[in-house]
């Protein structure tokens, strides 16, 4: 890793706008506030964990969606709740040029319900199974472990309600975080929070509470009560603080049902062998949640510690226009995941390396490099060739940062003999060989097991 990657690698985020060290220019283009280049090094994760989770979701049946960056506002503002913090403070939102509003996607849940219901996905066998792997915006402010534009692998089971498939959505989570190598450094967090119908019941009690008691309330707590009572329970006005003290309390409201279905969803996951923590005071951040909701948290950290987050969402489907459609889902932040694989010392295996660097001297030399660096490549062989300008002896300094163990040689005299040079870079030593047995030479020096080799006809 050179230090200029090391320097930006999920770069911790300073609160204040600038950290200049004094003495030191800064390049005139900086990312913005909040957002963070993905640089190789760290695309090596990206890689390792995109593949395994392909890989665990397809073992369970899920299959890939993308849904665009930004959506109509409205998708959002009605779904995830008009006054939770995401809709009322952190949308990026914007008019087009023909006065339409839209917004960068917050988060993935409210996209793909709305491609659910248009594409007719309740026509398709039924739960449908679905996950994206995406990058999502918050107008948030700025810290480590939280972004503005930050990604997020997650999924969404839509079409059938089981405390069985809650447990089996909490277990692929867990084991994505198992195969990431940072499963133990979590602990998992479970509630209920109820069936939307004693959801409703209650509501209506906190406003008959509240009723008369408005003089007290500030405005935005007033706003809250009118539009979803449940959320003045988190306001940080003093006079609010004081008469939920008071207030009617959820427990008293949650149906003999739901607790029956919580106490089925503790049981399959001891089953299952899943530890989780009961935390009464989970309640997520969207309005769409009913009964289950669950997040992974390393508990050790202080700040951002949630890698992870989901829950129920019964009602959703049904109020953006589509049938009732029970339903499930889950994301974690990647950032997050990344920093945590990072702070725990895991290692992702990488085939970024090369196996051979071409070094030439001389415009015929040029003209032999280029189709033979086509067939080393052809047959998998890493290669890299310096085709600009500049003496041997500088190409094989460039060999040598590059760390390739393999170089192959090809000046004047080795194009009029027909030859090329093949130098073991970790040892010294050098064979000549025809141009011909150059890449079976490789191939044979490197082992066939390493090759690069793939066919783009194989199933993805
Ligand atoms: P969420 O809890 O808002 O849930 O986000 C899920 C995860 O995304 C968080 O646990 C965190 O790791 C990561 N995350 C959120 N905001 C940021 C940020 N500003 N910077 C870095 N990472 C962040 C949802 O988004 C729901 N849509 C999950 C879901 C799917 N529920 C049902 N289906």
């Known amino acids: 890793m050179n230090n200029q990657e090391e320097k930006n690698v999920n770069t911790e985020i300073e609160e204040d706008e600038g950290d200049l060290i004094e003495g030191e220019r800064q390049p005139p283009f900086q990312t913005p506030k909040g957002v963070h280049d993905i640089l190789p090094v760290d695309h090596e994760y990206y890689t390792f964990i995109k593949k395994i989770i392909r890989h665990r979701c397809r073992q369970a049946g899920f299959r890939r969606i993308t849904t665009p960056a930004f959506e109509y506002t409205e998708v959002f503002k009605r779904n995830l709740g008009e006054i939770t913090d995401v809709v009322t403070k952190e949308m990026y939102t914007f008019l087009d040029k023909k006065g339409r509003s839209l917004t960068l996607r917050p988060e993935g849940t409210a996209g793909v319900v709305r491609a659910f219901i248009q594409h007719g996905m309740s026509e398709s066998p039924q739960p449908v199974a679905l996950y994206y792997i995406e990058p999502f915006f918050r107008y948030e402010r700025p810290q480590a472990g939280r972004y ?20 089996q959505s909490i277990l692929l989570a867990y084991r994505i975080f198992q195969d990431l190598g940072i499963a133990d450094t979590l602990k998992l967090q479970l509630n209920n929070i109820g069936d939307l119908n004693s959801r409703e019941i209650y509501a209506q009690a ?14 935005e707590d007033k706003i809250r009560l009118k539009k979803n009572p449940l959320r003045i329970l988190d306001s940080k006005h003093e006079d609010t603080i004081i008469l939920n003290q008071s207030a009617p309390i959820f427990k008293d409201f949650v149906s003999p049902e739901s607790v029956a279905y919580h106490e089925k969803v503790k049981e399959y996951l001891t089953d299952l062998g899943l530890e989780f923590i009961e935390n009464k005071n989970l309640v997520r951040g969207f309005d769409y949640y009913n009964q289950t909701v669950f997040e992974f948290w390393d508990e050790k950290k202080q700040g951002q510690n949630s890698l ?59 003209k032999v490099c280029l189709p033979l660096i086509d067939q080393l490549r052809e047959n998998g062989v890493k290669t890299m060739g310096a085709l600009g300008k500049g003496a041997i002896k500088y190409q094989l300094r460039i060999a040598d940062k590059f760390k ?57």
């Not at 089971?157 to 498939?165: I, N, Q, Y």
């Not at 889902?329 to 990344?338: P, S, T």
Request: with cysteine; proline share 5%; hydrophobic share 40%.
């Open 308 to 366: 992870g987050g989901g829950g129920k969402f019964d009602g959703l489907v049904e109020l953006m226009g589509g049938q009732p459609t029970p339903a499930i889902g889950f994301a974690m932040g990647l950032d997050r995941v990344i920093a945590q694989m990072k702070r725990n010392k895991i290692r992702v295996p990488s085939k970024d390396y090369l196996h051979v660097f071409v070094a030439q001297l001389g415009q015929e030399a040029k």
């Open 148 to 167: 503005r534009q930050f990604w997020q692998f997650g999924f969404e089971l839509m079409g059938e309600s089981d405390a069985a498939l809650d447990a």
């Open 404 to 460: 390739v163990p393999y170089c192959v040689l090809i000046g004047l005299t080795e194009v009029r003999e027909g030859k090329a040079i093949i130098r073991d870079m970790r040892v010294g030593t050098q064979v000549t060989v025809p141009f011909d047995k150059v890449v079976p030479e490789i191939i044979k020096r490197i082992g066939k097991i390493d090759l690069d080799y793939y066919d783009p006809k194989s199933p993805v």
């Open 206 to 219: 906190l406003k008959d509470y509240f009723c008369g008691k408005e003089r007290y309330l500030s405005e």
